[in-house]
């Protein structure tokens, strides 16, 4: 069965470091998504991709965040200046379209600021 | 925006048992009903989904019924095993392109 695969599985960074987190979304999917969960709580939608560009984004999605697709495989998103309130878990997730709507999620990326 | 409320937070049944697990929505643009079961380390994994046009909807042990004059939708799972324990969540979406908003989970644990 298709996979969305992230790399890396744990990232530890030093607090206003930059990180990259990237993920390969399944070949034949057209939408990209990235969310997060902080340890216990919800999964909270970060931005959605599609076309080569942003479609939505929420407010947690400011200035600090950006998202690239640099290449036909993958999607990566990027925290500029990293805090300590962005320790969580980031998962990539990809759809398709017509009947495929669900998402496949990848298993995730476990950032720890310190 | 959508808001989308789940219960209850936790709940334990004994193997072979139902459980049900209810979500309400607040957009009733909203057309597109996902379950997602989550294990420990692991992201949400599709388990069912319903859409608007649908009233109930069956796979094996899972069904999902939705209401949408009551804006409300449910996750049944019939005769539970050891392996269905996990973390459940519902999410609402207005379109078929667009962002999820997740409930807050439901802890389940199915004892044998």
Known sequence: ?114 | GENVEQHPSTLSVQEGDSAVIKCTYSDSASNYFPWYKQELGKGPQLIIDIRSNVGEKKDQRIAVTLNKTAKHFSLHITETQPEDSAVYFCAASLHNAGKSTFGDGTTLTVKP
């Open chain 1, 1 to 114: 069965e298709p996979e969305v695969t992230q790399t890396p599985s744990h990232q530890v960074t030093q607090m206003g470091q930059e990180v990259i987190l990237r993920c390969v979304p399944i070949s034949n999917h057209l939408y990209f998504y990235w969310y997060r969960q902080i340890l216990g709580q919800k999964v909270e939608f970060l931005v959605s991709f599609y076309n080569n560009e942003i479609s939505e984004k929420s407010e947690i999605f400011d200035d600090q965040f950006s998202v690239e697709r640099p290449d036909g495989s993958n999607f990566t998103l990027k925290i500029r200046s990293t805090k300590l309130e962005d320790s969580a878990m980031y998962f990539c997730a990809s759809s398709g379209s017509g009947r495929d709507y669900g998402y496949t999620f990848g298993s995730g990326t476990r950032l720890t600021v310190v």
